[in-house]
């Protein structure tokens, strides 16, 4: 049975095609939308340019989840900066994009993990972000009702929260708009255009844009645009998949973890669900080409991780050679990542979170949907200009962290485009890391 998709918010696109602007993003998921209101507030001219519809791909399809709780080291300040936004966007916005400061948990039964959060907080605390470790009686009962399991204790963050991921990058859409961005759908940008090696413009299926700055922001599609740029940049990709429920009487705010299931109260009344760090991994070009850079990664996550041989291998195989060497462009014939869910991964997760918590226990699937999470060797995303070729800016490999870091990104890269200040250092985001020898190994903890 074709299992029912979450709706999206739908913006009134943009249909004329300017001729110049200052900046040209490429991508309107979170960190795309994010960015070109972030750029329309400073008064720069900006066009929006999305393959497919606004948020249709990985930005709409994650948890929700808004956390500083649990971020690497390296990703802590900007986490922290996006969660000072995130209680900002409704008024600024004059839309309500769903956030709600509900709290982040994480249960756990296990000894080792007690000890990775002791750890870790060694990096968050003196950045100010104040998270609690709770003991056994406290963990015990943050779920109303009796647990079926015992838990050791929990870790806590109760400035983090969760916000709706179908409204959220439509609605920083719309107000980029309303400040002059030009925001066009089904408009799939080919290659860039270059004098004297700078940015100059790009190219698009509708015509040409002459501009002084780009910003990739194109989520799994980012290392296939970036080859046609000679700019290499190790990709991986995760399906996962998700589920929802219809709305629940027994109502728990806070976004829960555990390390067999996770999921969070909906702005709708319902639960979304999913199966904690599990997805599949297919084998691809991509992935051999870049799989001595992710096996430090593959070694350390490889029991949550179903790695498969299918198709995906020859239909990324010819996009590739379409692409690169015959100008076909595949953004044209790919305008939105559509997966199908793991149905078997969300039934035992919406099982497992019912034999635990027997005050959900009558909780019901009402739909799923899976998605593609890209990835980078350590985690941790690009956010970076390109050296060799000025006037380029990428922001991506988020894996999985995207959406809740979404607004402190948008903020960094209009710092970056204008010249300005960063707000955090931007160190641990420079491009150079994938491709200079760097160390790249996830932070193992969480």
């Known amino acids: 049975m074709k299992q029912l998709k979450q709706p999206l918010e739908r913006i009134h696109a943009d249909q004329l095609l300017p001729n110049k602007v200052d900046v040209v993003v490429i991508g309107a998921g979170i960190a795309g939308t994010s960015a070109a209101w972030e750029l329309s507030k400073k008064g720069l001219k900006v066009a929006l340019l999305e393959k497919g519809i606004v948020s249709a791909e990985q930005s709409s399809r994650n948890w929700g989840w808004c956390r500083q709780q649990g971020r690497a080291p390296d990703e802590l300040e900007l986490a922290k900066l996006s969660l000072e936004i995130w209680p900002t966007l409704a008024a600024e916005l004059g839309r309500d994009p769903g956030f709600r400061t509900t709290g982040v948990t994480?249960?756990?039964?296990?000894?080792?993990?007690?000890?990775?959060?002791?750890?870790?907080?060694?990096?968050?605390?003196?950045?100010?972000?104040?998270?609690?470790?709770?003991?056994?009686?406290?963990?015990?009962?943050?779920?109303?009702?009796?647990?079926?399991?015992?838990?050791?204790?929990?870790?806590?963050?109760?400035?983090?929260?969760?916000?709706?991921?179908?409204?959220?990058?439509?609605?920083?859409?719309?107000?980029?708009?309303?400040?002059?961005?030009?925001?066009?759908?089904?408009?799939?940008?080919?290659?860039?255009?270059?004098?004297?090696?700078?940015?100059?413009?790009?190219?698009?299926?509708?015509?040409?844009?002459?501009?002084?700055?780009?910003?990739?922001?194109?989520?799994?599609?980012?290392?296939?645009?970036?080859?046609?740029?000679?700019?290499?940049?190790?990709?991986?990709?995760?399906?996962?998949?998700?589920?929802?429920?219809?709305?629940?009487?027994?109502?728990?705010?806070?976004?829960?973890?555990?390390?067999?299931?996770?999921?969070?109260?909906?702005?709708?009344?319902?639960?979304?669900?999913?199966?904690?760090?599990?997805?599949?991994?297919?084998?691809?070009?991509?992935?051999?080409?870049?799989?001595?850079?992710?096996?430090?990664?593959?070694?350390?996550?490889?029991?949550?991780?179903?790695?498969?041989?299918?198709?995906?291998?020859?239909?990324?195989?010819?996009?590739?050679?379409?692409?690169?060497?015959?100008?076909?462009?595949?953004?044209?014939?790919?305008?939105?990542?559509?997966?199908?869910?793991?149905?078997?991964?969300?039934?035992?997760?919406?099982?497992?979170?019912?034999?635990?918590?027997?005050?959900?226990?009558?909780?019901?699937?009402?739909?799923?949907?899976?998605?593609?999470i890209d990835s980078t060797p350590d985690a941790i995303p690009v956010i970076s200009h390109i050296d060799s070729v000025p006037g380029l800016i990428v922001a991506a490999g988020f894996s999985g962290h995207g959406f809740g870091l979404g607004p402190g990104v948008g903020r960094v890269l209009s710092c970056m485009v204008t010249g300005a200040a960063a707000p955090i250092d931007l160190k641990p985001f420079r491009y150079c890391r994938m491709i200079d020898g760097t160390k790249l190994s996830p932070y193992i903890h969480f």
């Not at 698009?204 to 940049?233: N, P, Q």
């Not at 080409?289 to 490889?302: E, G, N, S």
């Open 106 to 372: 994480f249960l756990t039964d296990k000894e080792e993990e007690l000890e990775g959060w002791c750890q870790w907080q060694k990096h968050a605390i003196p950045l100010g972000i104040h998270s609690e470790l709770l003991g056994a009686d406290q963990a015990n009962r943050i779920v109303p009702g009796d647990s079926s399991k015992k838990w050791l204790g929990a870790l806590t963050t109760k400035s983090d929260g969760r916000a709706e991921p179908s409204h959220t990058a439509p609605y920083l859409a719309m107000a980029a708009q309303a400040n002059g961005a030009v925001v066009i759908e089904n408009c799939a940008v080919h290659s860039l255009e270059k004098t004297n090696g700078k940015v100059s413009g790009v190219n698009t299926e509708r015509g040409r844009i002459i501009c002084d700055s780009v910003i990739v922001a194109a989520g799994a599609w980012t290392s296939l645009f970036l080859r046609k740029c000679h700019v290499d940049f190790p990709q991986a990709y995760v399906h996962g998949s998700v589920s929802y429920s219809a709305p629940f009487e027994t109502q728990v705010q806070s976004c829960i973890s555990t390390p067999y299931f996770s999921f969070r109260s909906r702005q709708d009344g319902g639960y979304t669900v999913a199966k904690s760090g599990r997805g599949t991994v297919y084998l691809t070009p991509t992935l051999l080409r870049y799989a001595i850079k992710f096996w430090p990664t593959y070694q350390i996550r490889r029991k949550n991780v179903k790695l498969q041989l299918s198709g995906h291998f020859w239909q990324e195989l010819k996009r590739e050679f379409d692409y690169l060497y015959r100008d076909i462009s595949p953004f044209k014939q790919n305008r939105i990542i559509d997966p199908e869910p793991d149905m078997e991964l969300l039934g035992d997760a919406m099982k497992q979170l019912g034999n635990v918590f027997p005050a959900l226990s009558d909780l019901k699937m009402a739909g799923a949907w899976g998605g593609l």
